[in-house]
């Protein structure tokens, strides 16, 4: 017999290379940071390959001298499977913002030993301030250096309560994917009043000053900014 | 047998042919890409959160779905049956925790260790020991282990959740894994259900890389579906379930084991990066975290839908009520002794 082209397997290997785009487009456009962390980011092309290899082989051996149908039942169900590929590639651009920071821990502790040691000297970092608010030690080196001047990069949250020039800047550190998205906040005062919105990129400079479980940056100058490269921060 | 997701019919000289499915499915998809790029999820930020989360579990998901597919795959083709009959043989004493052990070396997430199991299944290894090997690999791997120690790093209990997690983890798969498999019927339990089997993929006869793509592609599609259905059901609950609602009971004993658990299972979080998100739940003991890290590589939202798509409808219920018991049984113990 003649091998003929079999439908199930071709609409099988498209389904697959549709992935393959999928895993292609946000690697060579950059937005893996979009969706995984540095320590993940490896996944995308592993994904990429395995899926290019999947759909060749299918796509390869799609005749078949008894080619199998595809049900109507089976094209809704490559239709699922192909639906976040369509969501992924339709959507803008985007990242987690003030409503999702109203949801979420606060991120404490993973790198608390790391921190620790860029605690006691060198720049401090919204990780570090963070991690140390989880053990004693932590918050004593956030302690020692009380006053002295911190410039750290966030979106703006305000929330209700908060009074003139005051609101959270808010960064989001994720370990694998933004699903396990965790928050780092500290709260900004003396920021020019009325000029910022929620979810804005905001680059603020100032004077950092423990206070209870409230870290406040003292703000000297605060300067809307382009979004960042890579918007989420990996412990 | 292979399984295929798109339930492939071989045609029938003479048969009737049904009408296609393909210009509705297509015309649905353009659909949903031009109502985002109209709505704009930018201006919604529930639905904007909703699709980040929910896309940024399945790029991680993904990639390990198709890894455990290609080594079902290969086992399917390379790996005689007999080597599995062999391993079926040993005494189950033996084989439990040579299958726990056997997932150390199996260094990825829960989604890709679901078709490894079944593969070693319909091979012939016994039902419990390919449970187990299931259940204990995302947790007992290198990798895991090692996330979980940079997340606990710097605290007390470090040794405690690195340690407890691991060995939970062993106790709670091989007790699980035995509870199924001394049921009547575990191996029926096991076999996936008849309406998402294929009449026929793989053709016997094909070479042997004609027969390791079919495998490999059945594999991945059949279970991509259930996949994206439980990551958008997580996603919905991280977008609108709060996570501090949980908090509230955390110094309750024995509702806090509960709660984390229950959390754990909502979450759907990959179990190389858990361990960060249970040590932000500071208000929970280390037993409570232990629970959260334990039965979440076991059961969640996403493993939930492909344990149902994957094996007869009464595993999901055993084993839920299985993982869950044994969990709560063992960290109980532990939040009588560490709190």
């Not at chain 1, 060198?122 to 004593?140: K, M, N, P, W």
């Not at chain 1, 929620?198 to 003292?218: A, C, F, M, Q, R």
């Amino acid at each position: 017999m003649t091998p003929r082209w079999s439908p199930s397997r071709v609409w099988t290997g498209l389904t697959l290379a549709a992935w393959a785009a999928l895993f292609w487009f946000i690697q060579f456009s950059g937005r893996t940071s979009l969706y995984l962390s540095s320590r993940t980011a490896w996944l995308v092309p592993l994904g990429g390959v395995l899926a290019t290899v999947a759909a060749v082989l299918r796509l390869a051996s799609a005749r078949s001298v008894r080619p199998e149908r595809l049900d109507p039942r089976g094209s809704w169900a490559l239709g699922v499977v192909v639906l976040p590929v369509v969501i992924l590639l339709a959507m803008p651009p985007a990242t987690l913002g003030t409503y999702a920071a109203g949801r979420r821990s606060g991120f404490v502790g993973s790198g608390v030993s790391a921190s620790q040691g860029s605690m006691d000297s060198g720049v401090i970092t919204l990780v570090d301030v963070a991690a140390a608010q989880s053990s004693a030690a932590g918050r004593a080196a956030l302690q020692r250096r009380a006053g002295e001047e911190v410039t750290f990069e966030g979106l703006v949250t305000t929330e209700s309560d908060a009074g003139p020039g005051e609101f959270k800047l808010t960064r989001f550190i994720i370990t694998c994917c933004v699903a396990d998205a965790t928050i780092a906040q500290v709260t900004v005062v003396d920021a020019p009043p009325g000029q910022l919105q929620d979810n804005e990129w905001v680059s603020v400079t100032g004077k950092l000053y423990p206070l209870g479980d409230d870290i406040v940056i003292d703000a000297s100058a605060v300067a809307p900014i382009a979004p960042p490269e890579h918007p989420y921060l990996t412990p | 047998m292979a399984i295929d997701v798109a339930r492939p019919r071989i045609r029938q000289p003479g048969a009737p042919t049904t009408r296609s499915a393909g210009p509705a499915v297509v015309g649905a998809l353009v659909l949903v890409a031009a109502t985002l790029r109209v709505l704009d999820p930018q201006r919604m930020a529930w639905l904007q959160n909703l699709l980040i989360v929910f896309g940024s579990l399945l790029v991680e998901a993904m990639p390990f779905i198709l890894l455990g597919a290609a080594v079902s795959a290969a086992i399917e083709v390379m790996v005689p049956a007999s080597a599995f009959a062999r391993l079926g043989r040993l005494p189950r004493a033996l084989q439990l925790p040579a299958a726990a052990a056997a997932g150390m070396a199996f260094p990825v997430c829960e989604c890709g260790s679901v078709p490894v199991a079944r593969r070693l299944a319909s091979k012939g290894l016994a039902p419990g020991a390919a449970i187990t090997f299931m259940l204990a690999a995302p947790i007992v791997n290198p990798v895991v282990i090692a996330s979980t120690f940079v997340a606990y790093r710097g605290r007390d209990t470090l040794w405690l959740m690195v340690i407890g997690r691991f060995v939970l983890g062993f106790a709670v798969a091989m007790t699980v894994g035995w509870v199924i498999g001394a049921l009547k019927g575990s191996r029926e339990l096991l076999r996936t259900p008849a309406e998402n089997v294929a009449a026929q993929t793989v053709e016997g006869a094909e070479p042997r890389w004609r027969r390791f793509a079919g495998h490999l592609c059945g594999d991945v599609v059949f279970m991509a579906r259930f996949l994206v259905i439980g990551a958008f059901i997580a996603a919905a609950v991280q977008t609108f379930v709060p996570q501090s609602v949980v908090d509230r009971v955390a110094g309750l004993p024995i509702v806090s084991l509960v709660a984390m658990m229950l959390l754990a299972f909502l979450m759907s979080l990959c179990s190389e990066s858990d361990a960060f998100v249970a040590a932000s739940f500071v208000a929970f003991g280390p037993a409570a975290q232990l629970a959260f890290l334990v039965s979440g590589p076991m059961i969640d939202m996403k493993l939930g839908a492909l344990y149902a798509g994957t094996y007869r409808r009464g595993f999901l219920r055993t084993a839920t009520i299985a993982i869950f018991a044994t969990t709560l049984v063992f960290t109980m113990w532990i939040q009588v002794i560490w709190g």
